[in-house]
Structure formats: C-alpha cells, structure tokens
C-alpha cells in the first residue's frame, strides 16, 4: 500500500507488475485473502496456462510448507500415495500394470530405487517413474519434492501409504519425534496436548501430521491433503 500511494501518486498504472505479484504472494500465503484469475477454457485450451502460471506465482512451494517434515526427514524421501513421498491414488494400465500417483514431500524419487512402504512394513522395487501429461505417461529419471509422479512396480501399495527411502528413515524419524516430545516436557509446553506430532499443523502449509508406531517400523502422514486437479482434453 504504501508503494502505491507513496512512490506512484495513488496512479495503479505505473506500480510495477512484479510488485504487484509479490504483494499478492505475501498476502495469499499468509491466509489474509485470496488471489482469484479470471477466465475460461471452454473454447480454448490455451486459457489454462494463466491459472497454472497463478499457480506458480502464487501458491507455495515445498520448502516452504511443512517445514518440520524436512526437520525430521532431511533429504531423504518421504512421500504418499494418492492413485496408488503420499499414496492418493491407484490406476491401471493394460502395458504398464499398476500405477501408483505419488506426492513427493522430502527428497528426490529415483527410478530403478526400492522404496519401503512403512505403512505395510514392507520394500519393494525397483520401480520405474513417470510423469503424466493428459493421458500420456512420460517417463523420467527422477522426481523432486513438491511433484506428483506416476510409478510402476509397487505390487502391494494402495491409496493413502506412505513411503520412504528405507526401514532406516522410519527409524531416524521415530528417534527425533521421541527427541521432540523429551524437550516439550523440559520446557513445559502450553500446548501439551500437540507433544504427539512431531509435524505441527501450521497455518500456513498442509495439515500433516506423522504417527509411528514402535520403533519406526511403521511411519504414516496423516492429516488434510489438498490437490488441485485439472483435465485437458
């Protein structure tokens, strides 16, 4: 506000387009309004590339949402499942077999890697990777946090799993949520009742929590995942 009224003279002409879209990214990403783009892909496809560079401009990036998940998790791999690193999902393809639609959290997913699906207790691998473009599957070599992937090779996962790296991850990700909740006690949090997660829910990333069980053999996020799904014809 007070470049528009101080350096330009109240004239919305002359503030610079980039200032504009850096105080709208400060404004959405701290929850205090809603960048809205307006238009249509009824009669032309084209129309969608606005909203999906929107989506660049003004929607958060990885690093930084969640970042207590990169506090406990590092640079290792971390995802889910959603069509079947969080599982959402799970498809089928008559030539590929199985495909599983993976959101990377932490970390890089590589093709030919085995990954440990700690929602099972389980490895599987090696798998091979994908991106999707409308109905095509592209393959690639490997997919960086933040992305959604497509892989084949995971016989036994199904929407909703979470996979890491290895067995090991689990249990460096169980030794510091156990860390974590030693020191909430030392300093007497206010709000003991969130000692549990070891993710907290901010205001300002997704709501993801993680639950272990034992010694980390068994690690899941958990929580509210929003995605924005769009179709191209």
Not at 109 to 115: H, P, R
């Amino acid at each position: 506000m007070s470049l528009f009224l101080e350096q330009h003279n109240g004239d919305p002409m002359v503030v610079p387009s980039a200032s504009i879209a850096k105080a709208l990214r400060e404004i959405t990403l701290s929850n205090r309004g809603a960048s809205i783009g307006c238009g249509s892909a009824l009669r032309c496809p084209a129309s969608v590339q606005p909203v999906l560079d929107y989506t660049v401009q003004f929607l958060p990036s990885p690093m930084e949402r969640n970042v207590s998940l990169t506090k406990f998790f590092g640079d290792e791999l971390c995802g889910l499942v959603f069509k079947c690193s969080i599982i959402f999902r799970i498809g089928h393809d008559k030539r590929k077999g199985k495909l599983s639609y993976i959101r990377v959290y932490t970390g890089t997913l590589t093709s030919n890697s085995v990954l440990f699906n700690s929602s099972r207790g389980i490895s599987e691998g090696p798998i091979k990777l994908f991106l999707a473009q409308s109905s095509e599957l592209i393959p690639v070599t490997s997919v960086t946090q933040g992305n959604i992937a497509v892989v084949t090779g995971l016989s036994s996962a199904l929407t909703g799993d979470t996979l890491l790296a290895s067995e090991a991850v689990g249990h460096h990700a169980a030794h510091a949520r156990h860390e974590l909740k030693n020191l909430e006690k030392m300093q007497h949090d206010t709000h003991r009742k969130e000692a549990h997660n070891i993710v907290a829910t901010e205001t300002n990333g997704d709501p993801l929590d993680i639950e272990i069980v034992g010694d980390g053999q068994n690690v899941a996020l958990k929580g509210t995942v929003r995605f924005i799904t769009w179709l191209i014809k």
